[in-house]
């Protein structure tokens, strides 16, 4: 199914186009989108945990394309790329990979490369993209705010044994009691890493690197050093990130934050009924457009 524009983007209100990014040797494609009515905001989008394009395709879905889309109907300038393993997925699992090196040197050069269009620049990232905002925001003085879209503080190797408990509950067909036992085999693996632990043993056969980085950094801590106004944004419906297992911890550490919840939302913020399921993941719809609302109103 070809995806069609969300009913509050109107194309005619921006022109996009095509950027390279040149960051550690290595350079990816991106999108610069520039409203017609400008408001000298702008936004770097990182998208969320694996092999992501731009737009965070999934399925018939782009979320990212959605937000891009509707900021800049609203006047905000965006900047989306694709992650460097998006054509290289393989490099998810070679040794040396890092959840830090897969997003912050190409997310400065976006940021640099945005503030030449714009008076102001601040991060807006999902999921890990949310996570890893910080640390980016820490080490580039040009960010002005930040925005996390449903930004795991949780370790991620015990979220990833939550979520497959909970799939073997919505989904025992497709998450047999043996998935289950894995993961929590990985996780302890994951928790007593060092640097000569086979990727195999650990979780989705990432290499012991990515897991050293993940236990070296806290997202709350950088965030709470921040001297800018940071927004979190949570679907109420996420089974992946929660307002249970998350949020507690950047409410705790963030006191002046903006926390918002949206109810209806699941971990792509598309609103919806019920309990989330994989299965949502699958099913065509657009960013829930309060999503859009929420940031263009915070934006300083």
Do not use: C
């Given at each position: 199914m070809t995806w069609t524009p969300p009913p509050y983007a109107d194309p005619a209100a921006f022109t996009e186009h095509d950027i390279t990014l040149d960051?550690?040797?290595?350079?990816?494609?991106?999108?610069?989108?520039?409203?017609?009515?400008p408001t000298g905001r702008g936004a770097v989008l990182l998208t969320g945990g694996g092999p992501f394009d731009r737009d965070e395709t999934s399925g018939p879905n782009k979320p990212l394309k959605d937000l891009a889309w509707g900021l800049a109907t609203k006047g905000v300038a965006i900047l989306r790329f694709d992650k460097i393993t998006a054509n290289r997925p393989e490099a998810m699992a070679e040794?040396?990979?890092?959840?830090?090196?897969?997003?912050?040197?190409?997310?400065?050069?976006?940021?640099?490369?945005?503030?030449?269009?714009?008076?102001?620049?601040?991060?807006?990232?999902?999921?890990?993209?949310?996570?890893?905002?910080?640390?980016l925001a820490a080490e580039e003085?040009?960010?002005?705010?930040?925005?996390i879209?449903?930004?795991?503080?949780?370790?991620?190797?015990?979220?990833?044994?939550?979520?497959?408990?909970?799939?073997?509950?919505?989904?025992?067909?497709?998450v047999p009691p043996e998935t289950v036992a894995l993961f929590e085999r990985q996780a302890v693996a994951a928790d007593n890493v060092s640097p000569?632990?086979?990727?195999?043993?650990?979780?989705?056969?990432?290499?012991?690197?990515?897991?050293?980085?993940?236990?070296a950094y806290d997202p709350?801590?950088?965030?709470?050093?921040?001297?800018v106004p940071i927004l979190v944004l949570q679907g109420g419906r996420d089974y992946q990130v929660t307002v249970t297992d998350d949020l507690p911890a950047w409410r705790a550490g963030l006191p002046n934050a903006t926390i918002t919840i949206l109810d209806a939302d699941n971990h792509v913020f598309f609103a919806g009924e019920g309990p989330s399921t994989m299965t949502d993941y699958q099913l065509p719809?657009?960013?829930?457009?309060?999503?859009?609302?929420?940031?263009a109103d915070w934006l300083p």
């Open positions: 960051a550690a040797g290595r350079t990816v494609p991106g999108t610069l989108t520039l409203p017609a009515r040794p040396g990979y890092t959840m830090t090196a897969e997003y912050v040197p190409h997310g400065s050069a976006a940021v640099r490369l945005l503030a030449e269009h714009v008076d102001q620049v601040v991060l807006v990232g999902h999921s890990m993209g949310g996570k890893i905002a910080p640390k003085p040009l960010v002005a705010g930040v925005v879209m449903a930004g795991d503080t949780q370790p991620m190797q015990h979220a990833a044994v939550r979520v497959v408990r909970y799939l073997m509950q919505t989904n025992p067909e497709a000569d632990t086979p990727a195999a043993d650990l979780p989705f056969g990432a290499p012991a690197s990515f897991w050293l980085d993940q236990r709350v801590e950088t965030a709470a050093k921040l001297d719809g657009h960013l829930d457009p309060a999503v859009v609302t929420a940031i």
